[in-house]
T-cell receptor, first 114, second 116 residues
Framework: DARVTQTPRHKVTEMGQEVTMRCQPILGHNTVFWYRQTMMQGLELLAYFRNRAPLDDSGMPKDRFSAEMPDATLATLKIQPSEPRDSAVYFC????????????FGDGTRLSIL | AQKITQTQPGMFVQEKEAVTLDCTYDTSDPSYGLFWYKQPSSGEMIFLIYQGSYDQQNATEGRYSLNFQKARKSANLVISASQLGDSAMYFCAMREEDFGNEKLTFGTGTRLTIIP
């Protein structure tokens, strides 16, 4: 089965450091989503792309977060500088346009900022 | 107002019994889709089942079915013959068909525990 691949699976770093999370969407999918999951806020959409173009990043703190798709096989989410409140699980998901098409999630990156 | 409401934070169900997880939604868009996802303790999000607002029949996928009541704006997930492996968080999500909108809005989830 095709899967969304996220790296790294776990990341522990000190506050102030840059964090880069990577995502390889399922081949042929043209939409990519970044979510953050915390106990307090649940699942929040941070950003999404269609055909590599950013469509919505209103959920993302603009001053420190950035999301890009340098090519169709790679999406990145960067945090610079990181803060302890950024500790969360970050999911990437990919899908196809079409109302019935589900988003397929990667296994997530568990991020801890000390 | 919450777009997706899951009122059951946690449920305990005896193995082999059927279980219904509640989901109500709020939208003025006549065209929308409802999705259910399962998140086991290992953390991954697994797509289970989809129901479209114009679908004539309730969706079914193996032991999963959707009790879709459009007038009441509810889309409850029914799991038949529950198994220990069904213990997980379950999320209801909605996509509204604004032009070009593929975003999902998720509920807060229900933690289901199956008791042997």
């Amino acid at each position: 089965d095709a899967r969304v691949t996220q790296t790294p699976r776990h990341k522990v770093t000190e506050m102030g450091q840059e964090v880069t999370m990577r995502c390889q969407p399922i081949l042929g999918h043209n939409t990519v989503f970044w979510y953050r999951q915390t106990m307090m806020q649940g699942l929040e959409l941070l950003a999404y792309f269609r055909n590599r173009a950013p469509l919505d990043d209103s959920g993302m703190p603009k001053d420190r977060f950035s999301a890009e798709m340098p090519d169709a096989t790679l999406a990145t989410l960067k945090i610079q500088p990181s803060e302890p409140r950024d500790s969360a699980v970050y999911f990437c998901a990919s899908g196809s346009t079409g109302m019935r098409e589900p988003q397929h999630f990667g296994d997530g990156t568990r991020l801890s900022i000390l | 107002a919450q777009k997706i409401t899951q009122t059951q934070p946690g449920m305990f169900v005896q193995e082999k019994e059927a279980v219904t997880l509640d989901c109500t939604y709020d939208t003025s868009d006549p065209s929308y889709g409802l999705f259910w996802y399962k998140q086991p303790s290992s953390g991954e999000m697994i797509f289970l089942i989809y129901q479209g607002s114009y679908d004539q029949q309730n969706a079914t996928e193996g032991r999963y079915s959707l009790n879709f009541q459009k007038a009441r704006k509810s889309a409850n997930l029914v799991i038949s013959a529950s198994q220990l492996g069904d213990s997980a968080m379950y999320f209801c999500a909605m996509r509204e068909e604004d032009f070009g909108n593929e975003k999902l809005t998720f509920g807060t989830g229900t933690r289901l525990t199956i008791i042997p």
